[in-house]
């Protein structure tokens, strides 16, 4: 029996979970000192050996004197077994209480933490293995169905995910058991396991055991079928989305991170492919220090695309959706913008830093006139000096500012002049981007907008003698 479980423990670590003797990686092994864990510790070792294997075990300080009883059982056997050792705690009910999560959620986030840090300290090239079986991937198939989920909630636990690998998943409760019992361990049990207010438990204990007993004992292999059916759907979605996203989706970062969707395009697509391309673009959205905000779309749910959808099939100009976590959804023309709310928190700030823009005044010939043009670039302009103060006077104070309500601008090239909010519509500049948009001006009279257009006022010509040259150093720095 031992053979045919090493069996299928190898099968899944090795094919599923991408585990190799050969290559050079440490693995954290994380044991509660539960059976399915101590299991695993058994079958990592005979494997991989110790050498690049460590132990570690996290106190959620729930049970009192068992929590205690469980670390030092840990604790005894690494050091039985010759396998690195590591500890970790943290006040689970506390962290509760103060971020307002639930005790289960709460323990996952602090036992991930210290487990992640843990790996980043051994090195780079470390996993992280964790002890589900196949009983948790039915559980948690059960537990997505009654909260309520789309495709991805029916696969199931996954095999590896980034750091993380699960290397028996494909062993049953009552296998990992067998395990212990062949290398003579006696495992420690969790009293809150038969705790039926947490509702994974009355999965455990009362949900699953009824449906194998209406179902059959094929209940179990048929709720795997479907794991593994949307698995594979799943993963053709993710690729569509992908594709879609970088076909009909704009990234840019300035003035600031924004995905632009265009709508028309979204909307040739299938539903089940648009609402999958929304999931994916949501999980690329990034706050003003880089960070992605559903990093692998971690709290990215069914309703929030449903919404993003809806609002994706209207033609509602400036509508903004703002979504958990700060995330907005703006509609502007015929584009669906997606950012966060922490990239508009100074927008509107006049405080525009002179060392960023520069205004020179120089008398040339033509030749060195010339020169200049050919040498100018998109983050600078030329203006003929003495056509500015016949026009503005000779005290003519240029200045670089965010534009304002009542500005004007005559566009280089047209017969006339009109507001500069024309001129952004006629551009379709999108409300959002206008309040970073940093204008050179004299007065209400809008000279030049940085890389995107100058005035028609003042364009050097043969008579040319005083320039006024106006520069954008760094545009990046201005936006940030």
Not at 36 to 41: I, K, P, R, T
């Amino acid at each position: 029996m031992y053979s045919e479980i090493y069996r299928k423990f190898t099968e899944c670590a090795v094919e599923k979970c991408g585990l190799r003797k050969d290559r050079a990686q440490h693995i954290v092994a994380a044991v509660s000192g539960g059976a399915d864990s101590v299991c695993m510790l058994m079958l990592l070792i005979e494997y991989y050996g110790r050498d690049r294997l460590a132990c570690a075990h996290f106190n959620h300080k729930i049970r009192g004197a068992e929590s205690e009883r469980d670390a030092h059982f840990v604790e005894t056997l690494a050091n039985r077994l010759h396998v690195k050792f590591f500890c970790g705690e943290g006040d689970v009910p506390q962290y509760a209480k103060t971020h307002a999560i639930g005790v289960e959620e709460a323990a996952r986030t602090l036992r991930y933490a210290f487990l992640r840090k843990l790996a980043a300290d051994i090195g780079a090239n470390t996993r992280i293995a964790v002890a589900h079986n196949r009983n948790d991937r039915m559980e948690t198939i059960l537990h997505n169905i009654a909260r309520g989920t789309a495709i991805d909630g029916l696969k199931g636990i996954e095999y590896h995910k980034n750091d993380i690998i699960r290397p028996i998943l494909d062993l049953s409760r009552k296998e990992t058991e067998e395990i212990c019992a062949h290398y003579g361990i006696q495992p420690i049990y969790d009293s809150t396991n038969k705790d039926n207010r947490y509702t994974r438990n009355k999965i455990r204990n009362e949900v699953l055991p009824y449906l194998k007993g209406v179902f059959g004992k094929n209940f179990e292999e048929h709720l795997l079928n479907l794991s593994k059916s949307a698995t594979v759907d799943s993963a053709y979605l993710n690729l569509s989305a992908r594709d879609a996203y970088q076909k009909i989706c704009k990234v840019t970062t300035k003035p600031f991170h924004k995905i632009i969707l265009d709508r028309a395009q979204y909307k040739k697509l299938h539903e089940a492919l648009q609402k999958r391309l929304v999931r994916y673009i949501l999980s690329n959205v990034k706050d003003r220090d880089g960070n992605r905000i559903f990093p692998e779309f971690t709290g990215i749910y069914s309703d929030m695309i449903e919404r993003v959808c809806a609002m994706a099939d209207q033609s509602l100009p400036g509508k903004v959706l703002e979504l958990p976590s700060g995330v907005l959804c703006v509609t502007e023309y015929e584009s669906l913008i997606f950012l966060h709310k922490s990239l508009l928190e100074e927008r509107r700030s006049e405080n525009i830093s002179p060392d960023h823009f520069e205004v020179e005044e120089k008398v040339l010939s033509n030749e060195e006139i010339l020169l200049q043009i050919k040498k100018k670039s998109s983050k600078e302009e030329i203006f003929d000096a003495d056509v500015l103060s016949k026009k503005f006077g000779a005290d003519f104070q240029i200045e670089f500012r965010r534009n304002r309500e009542g500005d004007h601008f005559i566009p280089f090239g047209s017969p006339g002049g009109k507001s500069l909010r024309k001129f952004f519509i006629d551009r379709k500049i999108g409300r959002l981007e206008r309040d970073f948009i940093i204008v050179a001006a004299i007065g209400a009279e809008v000279l030049w907008i940085p890389e995107i257009r100058r005035s028609g006022i003042a364009p050097i010509d043969k008579n040319t003698t005083r320039v006024i040259i106006l520069r954008h150093i760094s545009q990046t720095e201005v936006y940030e």
